[in-house]
Structure formats: structure tokens, C-alpha cells
């Protein structure tokens, strides 16, 4: 990754922080187990400098008595204030902690996995978490086993664990380098967790994998495609629908925000559902459609966006129809086949960004394939969105007043908090050759802001803090940005020697 070396020289302890750390006075300090999975030199050194000292040294072969048990293999490197972090974040009753974490080779830092914070769905691609975390020692009972020293081993642990836990959290410090392991290539852990019964093809890289789920029946769903970019935009998606899906049960509706052309008046000859509402916005099109609609799985198209894969319906519902997803939504590419959503960063390039934008596929995927994996993200953009019907009429489907900026992102925000989380499903893509643009209101443009002004004050959950915000590949932030959300900023600064505020 660029520019990490730099990354690490502006993230070392100061000696001053690190005075302060060891006179800190904590009101319940936890005692930490730190077990050794696998033989390696470094660890013990790196434990001898540490700012906190309430911990013990052990094996697998153990089992001491503590408050949180930390898994590392031999040759592993604690930054100083590792502990330190880990004692600070566990209070609450927190089950589960993990960090950031990257690899040691010949003595030189690399390959750096910034995480982003609990993504359940994340965590069905492939591992990770990692190997930087530590379990509570209720935890760790009620999963009945330790994580072992393969691949493997750990990533079934940690998928029972995380089942389990009720509270997880990420430290956004880059807190453990460790040697370079294999990671699971097997999907026997990932079968386990999810029922026999389930399937799970190759990921796009080693060590991922891409979960199949059943769907219930044979659900009807609903596509509603808006005429916003003109007639021939909206017979393209509604041809391209046609063509390529493969589910038994669906209905076409056409959204109209303009005078009906002959071929609207043909498809509503037809029988297909056209919803005429002359000059509203498209969420105000795609509100009044879904009010027509018979399925139990809406499927928001804007006119023009049509997809490429041939079993984009199943694959969609797949994910609409898990009991904790409230949308999900695919790999858009533009007309030059260069990504336009993978996914929406909040506060990303200036504003509603993707990660990987203006990238082709292939690009993407030597630079960052884990981003082509299924995963959590906090929204999504309006070029192809499906959701439960049911879902999308609790929270009041998009809102009219954002008008043609952020409605769908919104829309997304208000089911997480329902505890309903966002999907990207990238190996289904859709092709969007022109994609509009519009010119907000003054209005529009600060009912978008307060609408997303929680996540752009406390960073998106599911993008690391220390990544750049303008740069769509993930890069580190130099200098190092604070975690926002997690410390007072005025905690942040002794951390690091001083340097000029500048984001590359």
C-alpha cells in the first residue's frame, strides 16, 4: 500500500505519551492472557515494553485465569501502547476486540489491513478479523473451544464467536505486526457456521468465499425502472431485465416523471404498470411505484442501468431476504466499463464517494480484491437498489425533500437504524453507460448535509478512520487521522510527533 512507511514513522509512541500511559490510573483494569498460538522470536521483547502490565504470558496448552485472552503467534510485535488501547476499549462488558494489523517481513512493516468496524456480512467473505484479537473470558466459555493455530481453526472460532458476542468493537490503531500465515482457503469453517446445507463458491482472491443462500418460495419482485434519463434509456434496462433474469416470478413497472411517448403508451397498452407522475423527482417516482408493486423484493432501476449478469434476481434476493440485510445493491460500471458504485463512503472524495471509482474491474482487483467480496457497507447509491417490501414501507420509503441528491443513501441510513444493515454484492454488476448529473438547490444541498452529518462527524463505520478520504483505493491517511468517535480529540495529539495537517 502507498505511502505506509510514512504512515509508520508519523504513528510511533512518544516517549512523552508513553510516560503518561504507564502512570494512567484505571477504575477496573483488566487482566490480559496473552497466548502464544504458534513458535516465533519477538513477542516476549515486545511485551517488556509495554505502557500497561496487567497481563500474563502463556500457551495453548494453558489456561490461565484472566479477563481477556489475547491470541499471537510467537512472532508477533505489539506496538507499546497496545495493551493500553485494548484496556481502554474494554470496559462496558465489550466481548470482543480487534484491531488493525499488518506483516512483518525481514524486519520491515507491509501489507497493512486496515479493517472497518463489525461487518458480519464482511466476515462471511473471509477472515478479516485476523489475527490481532482479543476475547473475553465469558466469550471465550460460551464458544466451548480456543481459536487454533491454523487458518482454519481460527476463522471457524471467530465466526462462533462473533454469533455469539453482543458487543464488538474495532480499535482503529494499527496495534500488532505479525509474520506472514496462510489464510483459510477452506470453506468447511464457513459451511459450519452457515448449516451444511450451504453453499460456498471461491471468492475473487485466495482466502475468500461467496455464500448462497435459498430463498423462501418463489417470491414475486417487483423491478421499477424510472424513466429519468429519457424513453430509450428505460426500454434498454427494461429489455436487459427481460433478457437475463432467470427468477420464475417477477413484474415490470415503469416509473414515469414526464408526458407519456409512444412507447410508455404501448408498454401501458401492454398491461405492464407504467405510474405517471409528471415532473416529480425520482425518489418521488420510485415512492409512487412502489405503491403499485405486488412483490415481496422491490428492485430500484434508474432508467438506463440495466444488468450483466445473468442471475442478478437471484443473487439480489438471496441477500434481500436474509433476516439482518435491509438492502443490497451491485457492482455499477459505466459505459467504459470503470466502476461507478461499489458501494457508498460517506465524507469519500468530498462527499457520497466509492471506493475504487473511475477503476475498471480488473484494476480493482490487482490492487484491492477484497473490495470485489460481498460486504457491509452504510449505503448505497441510487443506480440499482433492492429492498423488502415490507422493509421499505416501515421506515416510509425515500424522502421526497432530498430531492435528487442522497435519497437512496438516506434510505439506506434509516434501515440501519433499525438495525438492518446494507449490502454490496459485487459479483452481480450492472452497467449504467451515461450516468446523469443534477444541480441541487441550496435546499436540497443542506437537507442532503444534515441528513448525513452524523456519519461525517463520527466517519463511517465501515471505512477505517486512517484511510485517506481522497483517494478511491485505500491508502493511508498521512498524517494519521484520530478515530473519530472513539477519543476526546484533544487526547489524540501527543500520540504523534508533530507534522503538518495535511491529507495526501
Not at 505506509?4 to 505519551?17: I, M, N
Not at 479493517?115 to 477472515?127: E, G, I
Not at 491454523?150 to 455469539?164: D, K, P, Q
Not at 461525517?456 to 485517506?468: A, E, H, I, R, V
Request: charged share 20%; proline share 11%; glycine share 10%.
Amino acid at each position: 500500500m502507498q505511502d505506509y512507511d510514512r504512515f509508520v514513522a508519523l504513528s510511533v509512541l512518544t516517549p512523552e505519551a508513553a510516560a503518561a500511559q504507564r502512570r494512567a490510573v484505571f477504575l477496573a483494569a483488566p487482566r490480559f492472557a496473552i497466548i502464544v498460538t504458534e513458535a516465533g522470536r519477538g513477542l516476549r521483547d515486545s511485551l517488556k515494553r509495554q505502557t500497561y502490565t496487567r497481563f500474563v504470558l502463556s500457551d495453548l496448552s494453558r489456561r490461565p485465569e484472566a479477563d481477556y485472552y489475547l491470541f499471537l503467534p510467537g512472532g508477533a510485535r505489539l506496538r507499546p501502547d497496545a495493551l493500553y488501547r485494548l484496556a481502554l476499549a474494554a470496559g462496558g462488558g465489550r466481548e470482543l476486540l480487534y484491531s488493525d494489523e499488518d506483516i512483518l517481513i525481514h524486519g520491515r512493516r507491509c501489507r497493512p489491513r486496515f479493517k472497518p468496524d463489525y461487518s458480519p456480512h464482511t466476515l462471511l467473505a473471509y477472515d478479516y478479523l485476523g489475527r490481532g484479537v482479543c476475547v473475553s473470558r465469558a466469550l471465550l466459555l460460551a464458544a466451548g473451544d480456543w481459536p487454533g493455530p491454523t487458518a482454519a481453526r481460527r476463522y471457524g472460532f471467530w465466526l462462533r464467536a462473533a454469533a455469539l458476542a453482543e458487543r464488538i468493537v474495532h480499535l482503529p490503531f494499527m496495534l500488532f505486526s505479525l509474520p506472514p500465515a496462510p489464510v483459510c482457503t477452506h470453506p468447511g469453517p464457513l459451511k459450519a457456521a452457515l448449516g451444511t446445507s450451504a453453499l460456498v463458491l471461491p471468492g475473487p482472491a485466495a482466502g475468500t468465499f461467496l455464500p448462497r443462500f435459498g430463498v423462501r418460495g418463489e417470491p414475486l419482485v417487483s423491478v421499477i425502472v424510472s424513466d429519468e434519463n429519457g424513453p430509450d434509456a428505460l426500454r434498454n434496462s427494461l429489455l436487459a431485465v427481460e433478457q437475463r433474469m432467470q427468477l420464475p416470478r417477477y413484474e415490470l413497472i415503469a416509473a414515469a416523471g414526464r408526458p407519456l411517448g409512444p412507447f410508455l403508451r404501448a408498454l401501458k397498452g401492454s398491461g405492464v404498470p407504467v405510474a405517471e407522475l409528471p415532473g416529480a423527482s425520482p425518489c418521488t417516482l420510485w415512492n409512487g411505484a412502489a405503491q403499485r408493486a405486488r412483490g415481496r423484493f422491490l428492485l430500484f432501476l434508474r432508467g438506463g442501468c440495466a444488468p450483466l449478469s445473468p442471475d442478478f434476481g437471484q443473487r439480489l434476493t438471496e441477500w434481500a431476504d436474509r433476516p439482518d440485510v435491509g438492502a443490497v445493491g451491485p457492482l455499477v460500471l459505466d459505459g467504459q466499463g470503470r466502476i461507478l458504485s461499489a458501494g457508498t463512503v460517506v465524507g469519500l472524495l468530498g462527499g457520497l464517494g466509492s471506493p475504487g471509482f473511475g477503476l475498471t474491474e480488473r484494476e480493482l482487483r490487482e490492487a484491492c480484491p477484497r473490495l470485489l467480496c460481498p460486504r457491509d457497507v452504510s449505503c448505497l447509491g441510487p443506480w440499482a437498489l433492492m429492498v423488502r417490501r415490507d422493509r421499505f414501507r416501515a421506515v416510509g420509503g425515500f424522502d421526497p425533500s432530498l430531492g435528487q441528491l442522497g435519497y437512496a443513501e438516506e434510505l439506506c441510513l434509516r434501515l440501519g437504524r433499525r438495525g438492518l444493515h446494507t449490502l454490496c454484492a459485487p459479483g452481480v454488476r450492472f452497467r449504467l453507460p451515461a450516468p446523469p448529473t443534477c444541480r441541487p438547490d441550496g435546499t436540497t444541498l443542506r437537507r442532503c448535509r444534515d441528513a448525513f452529518y452524523p456519519l461525517l462527524k463520527t466517519g463511517d463505520p465501515f471505512y477505517n478512520p486512517n484511510l485517506s478520504m481522497a483517494s478511491p483505493l485505500p491508502r493511508p491517511a498521512l498524517p494519521p487521522r484520530p478515530p473519530l468517535g472513539l477519543h476526546a480529540p484533544d487526547a489524540w495529539p501527543p500520540y504523534f510527533s508533530p507534522e503538518p495537517q495535511k491529507n495526501y
